[in-house]
Structure formats: C-alpha cells, structure tokens
C-alpha cells in the first residue's frame, strides 16, 4: 500500500497529499492518457465510492479522485466550514495539479460544490457531469422536510455538535443500517469491506464536520446559488439520475445552456456502486463527445 494512505485502494491507484487554501487534501490517481476527470463523492462517502468506476475510466482518461475537506483521508473541516470554502479547495487543486480543464463530475452533496466550480471557473472546467444531486434555491432544500417526506439525517447532521454527541462509536451502524439501506436499491453493492473503509474514515474525531458544513449550506445558500446560476452555464453539462428520476436532469436544465441527462433506472441514489459499467458508458460517451468538440 503507499505509504501516504492509511486505508483501502485498489490496483492502478496511486495516494497522493496536497496542501492548499489553508487544509490538506487526500487524492487518487489513476490513467495515464486521455483528457483530465476529476470525481467528487458525497455522502456518507469518500473518494472509495468510485473504486469500481475509475478502472473503467481510466482506461481513457486520467482520473482524479479527492476527500473533500473534512472527508475520507483529508485534513478534519472547522465548524464553519461551507461549500463556497470546498469549491475553493477544488479549484485550487485543479489549477495545482495542473491538467488544463477538467471533467468534473460531482454527486450527491458536492453538487453546489462542483456547480460553485463550473459557474465561477469555466476556465477549469471541460465540462460538468452531476449525479443525483440539486441545488440549494432549485428545490433540493425539500429534502430536508420531514413533514413532506425528506430525509431527518439533513437537520440532524446540520445542527451543531449533535452527530459528534450521537454518532460516535456508532458510525458503523449509522451507516450501514441506515445511510446505505434507505437510499441503496442493489443487494450487495456495498460489500463489508467497503462499509469497513467508510466507518474508518467517519470514526475519526470530528469527522462529520465536513458534512455538517455542506448540508449546513444546503439550508442556507439557495440566494447565492440562484445569482451564481443566473448567468447560464455554457459549459456542456451531464445529467444523471437513479432514484432521484428526473429531479436532477429538471434542475440542471433550469442552470446551464447544453444539458444531456441519462436515467438509471432501477438503481437507487448510488450510482456508481450500484451500476459502475452503466455509469462509465454514459460518462465515457459525454466525455468522447465534448471532447470531440473541441
């Protein structure tokens, strides 16, 4: 195993540690020609959730895997910590790494981060592919209301201090006896050992931070998001959507100017553990296309 990651990986990937805007960030590589991909996870994820997928990738792209802020091997977020702070971290990890435009692909929660991203800095960003996610002031704050049947982990990880009171010593069982099973529609997509590397990395002291912070934006930042999408975005966008249906294709239509959506059908919320070689063909295709483009 290198010796800069402490937990799971696969064969082909290589661990990486970069210091920038003021934190530290655990990265994947893999491939070694083809343009530039960058995956970002969401929750209760880290850079693992695509270790299924960047094999298939990176047979035609070079990708790139990071922990966000505050996730997986990366350095633990403050309190404070927001989605404007994660898109900086991204950007600067692009324009660090230094791959020209990257294909940006986001999920679930770091779908404001990756939009942050692709509104502000279309120079670093090919083009966006978003899958089952939304965005704070285009109806993804719903999720959050109980009394119409939203999700109460949302508040519950929103409100200060509470999952570190609640959720220590038991991220294994939030995890897998609640998190995964609500939202997975594939028996056997998570394996133990994959539950095992999730656990490792939402054990650590102060873990959940990172979440807290971006469902803490989420409820807050619909205002910003609504100006930031007021200017369209150009660059050609990717739609994906699994349990979410068309709710992620709707509110990327109503965001950017070239939006193409694909719906898994028959999966739930993770994408790419429940259906990778589906996922990679509709990636890859996206990919090839704007490429081609160019």
């Known amino acids: 195993m290198d010796p800069t990651t402490r937990g799971a990986t696969i064969p082909g990937v290589e661990h990486h540690q970069v210091s920038l805007n003021g934190t530290r960030l655990h990265y994947v590589s893999a491939g070694t020609a083809g343009s530039p991909v960058m995956l970002v996870h ?26 966000l802020r505050g996730f997986g091997d990366s350095a633990i977020a ?19 790494l230094d791959l020209g435009p990257v294909h940006l692909t986001g999920q679930d929660i770091s779908g404001p981060t990756t939009f942050r991203v692709t509104a502000a800095h279309p120079d670093l960003v090919r083009s966006y592919a978003a899958i089952e996610t939304g ?21 519950f990880l929103a409100a200060p201090g509470i999952p570190e009171m609640l959720l220590a010593g038991r991220e294994r069982a939030f995890i897998a006896e609640y998190a995964l099973p609500s939202l997975c529609a594939t028996p056997d997509a998570f394996t133990d050992q994959d539950i095992d590397e999730l656990t490792r990395s ?32 150009a660059t050609p966008v990717l739609a994906v959507g699994g349990r979410s249906g068309q709710f992620t294709p709707a509110t990327l239509r109503q965001v950017a100017k070239d939006v193409s959506s694909v719906s ?23 990919y090839r296309k704007v490429d081609n483009q160019e």
């Open 42 to 67: 969401g929750f209760p994820e880290t850079w693992w959730v695509f270790h299924k997928l960047i094999p298939l990738l990176s047979e035609h792209h070079r990708v790139f895997a990071p922990d």
């Open 78 to 96: 403050s309190a404070e910590h927001d989605s404007a702070t994660a898109a900086q971290d991204l950007s600067e990890l692009i324009a660090r």
């Open 135 to 155: 965005l704070p002031g285009f109806g993804v704050e719903m999720l959050a209301d109980v009394a119409r049947g939203g999700a109460w982990h949302i508040g």
């Open 202 to 233: 939402y054990a650590r002291p102060d873990a959940f931070k990172g979440a807290a912070g971006h469902y803490r934006s989420m409820l807050r930042e619909g205002e910003e998001i609504r100006e930031l999408a007021s200017r369209q975005l």
């Open 264 to 286: 898994l059908d028959g999966i739930g919320h993770y994408a790419a553990m429940e259906a990778p070689d589906r996922l990679a063909d509709a990636l890859l295709s996206f």
